[in-house]
């Protein structure tokens, strides 16, 4: 009914805007609930760290749908470049500073993009922060701010992990 | 140290074109340092530059930038390309990312197998005038302004000019149904900044051939 841009979802109706494209969205609300950075620079390094998170990303969501006899390989290389390629890179972040959040010393989206990606990897792998000591911190710290917390808890709008059973119905839709 | 931001990557158009348009759009002269071999790429990676291991890489006000996205945000922003508040950014984004998806896809085309060229080719055609171009006529024609948003040159115009020119490029006629973009096309190849940048001679890159793919393939060890 021409509510989608691109003919694509994620679609987020908001502020009168019915918006597509989930780097926009996330770009908004952040800007819009303080959560990237106080000005330009802190701007680019929150936005250097969440695309490197989002190629993570891309790499664990495409896990379920890879065919049988490429899966364990495809595994073994996603957990790879999650532990030396993105979790060692902001372990170094963290150890540069000394500081509790990512960038600018607050809580920005980097940091809620950080701490989601760090529980879909354990999902995955549970001890993918096995050296990696600062971001076994980060992890507590991040999980008990309030808001947060809240959304780790049962009943909350937070979606369990894909269950491959479900790929098929997925497919169905977007295919 | 000259001031100039520098720009590392391969002699290509590749994943920093977006970045050299959007510097050459604002006026910004940029310097440049082209990969060539893998023991080039090997020793970047070993110094530390990286983040994550990976080019573009842009050396700008004191940062190593990595990442195109926050490249090109950050340039937007600096040189007031990024709209005039959160909504005409909001609109911004959208767009650039809508094209960035088509752009993907030319991206990708010269590593397509022999056998893939066609179908790919045909994708793209389908896309840029069933999905892309669409939505952009329609911005276009609905405000009757000169640019996507805001009335004003942002960072979404020099996006969609690099993707019609290159779209242009593999089907020459993509634009036929089109009249709003013609004359966008048009208007926007005059801004002064982007007229220099389309003369021969400026750091505009020609388009992929075969010893870029090779150069691609033999660097990044694909």
Same mark, same amino acid.
């Given at each position: 009914?021409?509510? %989608?841009?691109?003919?694509? @979802?994620?679609?987020?109706?908001?502020?009168?805007?019915?918006?597509?494209?989930?780097?926009?969205?996330?770009?908004?609300?952040?800007?819009?609930?303080?959560?990237?950075?106080?000005? @330009?620079?802190?701007?680019?390094?929150?936005?250097?760290?969440?695309?490197?998170? &989002?190629?993570?990303?891309?790499?664990?969501?495409?896990?379920?749908?890879? =065919?049988?006899?490429?899966?364990?390989?495809?595994?073994?290389? &996603?957990?790879?470049?999650?532990?030396?390629?993105?979790?060692?890179?902001?372990?170094?972040?963290?150890?540069?500073?000394?500081?509790?959040?990512?960038?600018?010393?607050?809580?920005? !989206?980097?940091?809620?993009?950080?701490?989601?990606?760090?529980?879909?990897?354990?999902?995955?792998? =549970?001890?993918?922060?096995?050296?990696?000591?600062?971001?076994?911190?980060?992890?507590? !710290?991040?999980?008990?701010? =309030?808001?947060?917390?809240?959304? @780790?808890?049962?009943?909350?709008?937070?979606?369990?992990? %894909?269950?491959?059973?479900?790929?098929?119905?997925?497919?169905?839709?977007?295919? | 140290?000259?001031?100039?931001?520098?720009?590392?990557?391969?002699?290509?158009?590749?994943?920093?074109?977006?970045?050299?348009?959007?510097?050459? /759009?604002?006026? #910004?002269?940029?310097?440049?340092?082209?990969?060539?071999?893998?023991?080039?790429?090997?020793?970047?990676?070993?110094?530390?530059?990286?983040?994550?291991?990976? #080019?573009?890489? #842009?050396?700008?006000?004191?940062?190593?930038?990595?990442?195109?996205? /926050? *490249?090109?945000?950050?340039?937007?922003?600096?040189?007031?390309?990024?709209?005039?508040?959160? +909504?005409?950014? /909001?609109?911004?984004?959208?767009?650039?990312?809508?094209?960035?998806?088509?752009?993907?896809?030319?991206?990708? $085309?010269?590593?397509?197998?022999?056998?893939?060229?066609? +179908?790919?080719?045909?994708?793209?055609?389908?896309?840029?005038?069933?999905?892309? $171009?669409?939505?952009?006529?329609?911005?276009? +024609?609905?405000?009757?302004?000169?640019?996507?948003?805001?009335?004003?040159?942002?960072?979404?115009?020099?996006?969609?000019?690099?993707?019609?020119? /290159?779209?242009?490029?593999?089907?020459?006629?993509?634009?036929?149904?089109?009249?709003?973009?013609?004359?966008?096309?048009?208007? *926007?190849?005059?801004?002064?900044? *982007?007229?220099?940048?389309?003369?021969?001679?400026?750091?505009?890159?020609?388009?992929?051939?075969?010893?870029?793919?090779?150069?691609?393939?033999?660097?990044?060890?694909?």
């Amino acid at each position: 009914d021409g509510s %989608l841009l691109f003919q694509q @979802l994620p679609m987020v109706e908001i502020d009168g805007m019915k918006m597509v494209q989930t780097r926009a969205i996330l770009g908004y609300i952040a800007a819009k609930y303080n959560l990237y950075g106080k000005d @330009l620079k802190e701007r680019a390094l929150i936005d250097m760290y969440t695309e490197g998170l &989002m190629d993570l990303n891309e790499l664990l969501i495409r896990y379920p749908g890879q =065919p049988a006899n490429e899966k364990e390989q495809y595994f073994a290389s &996603m957990m790879d470049k999650a532990a030396n390629r993105y979790f060692q890179a902001f372990e170094k972040v963290l150890k540069d500073h000394g500081q509790d959040f990512l960038v600018g010393n607050r809580l920005s !989206r980097a940091d809620v993009q950080l701490l989601e990606i760090i529980l879909m990897t354990e999902e995955y792998k =549970p001890d993918i922060l096995g050296k990696f000591p600062l971001l076994q911190s980060f992890k507590a !710290r991040i999980s008990n701010i =309030p808001t947060i917390k809240k959304f @780790l808890q049962p009943g909350s709008q937070r979606k369990p992990l %894909l269950d491959e059973k479900d790929l098929p119905k997925v497919l169905a839709i977007f295919y | 140290m000259s001031g100039k931001p520098r720009l590392t990557y391969l002699n290509g158009r590749g994943r920093m074109e977006p970045v050299r348009w959007l510097l050459a /759009a604002a006026g #910004v002269e940029f310097e440049e340092v082209f990969l060539e071999t893998r023991e080039q790429y090997e020793k970047l990676i070993k110094g530390g530059s990286l983040m994550f291991q990976q #080019v573009p890489l #842009v050396e700008i006000d004191g940062m190593k930038m990595v990442q195109t996205r /926050a *490249i090109l945000s950050y340039i937007a922003g600096k040189y007031n390309l990024y709209g005039k508040d959160l +909504k005409e950014r /909001a609109l911004i984004d959208m767009y650039v990312e809508g094209i960035a998806d088509l752009m993907q896809m030319i991206l990708m $085309f010269p590593f397509s197998p022999p056998d893939a060229k066609e +179908k790919n080719l045909n994708a793209i055609k389908e896309k840029a005038t069933n999905r892309y $171009f669409p939505v952009f006529e329609k911005v276009l +024609k609905q405000h009757g302004q000169d640019f996507l948003v805001g009335n004003k040159l942002s960072w979404a115009d020099v996006q969609l000019i690099e993707a019609i020119l /290159a779209v242009e490029e593999k089907i020459p006629a993509v634009l036929s149904g089109f009249p709003q973009l013609q004359a966008f096309k048009i208007k *926007i190849s005059n801004v002064p900044t *982007i007229k220099k940048f389309l003369q021969p001679g400026s750091p505009r890159k020609p388009p992929p051939d075969e010893r870029y793919v090779e150069t691609v393939l033999k660097v990044f060890k694909v």
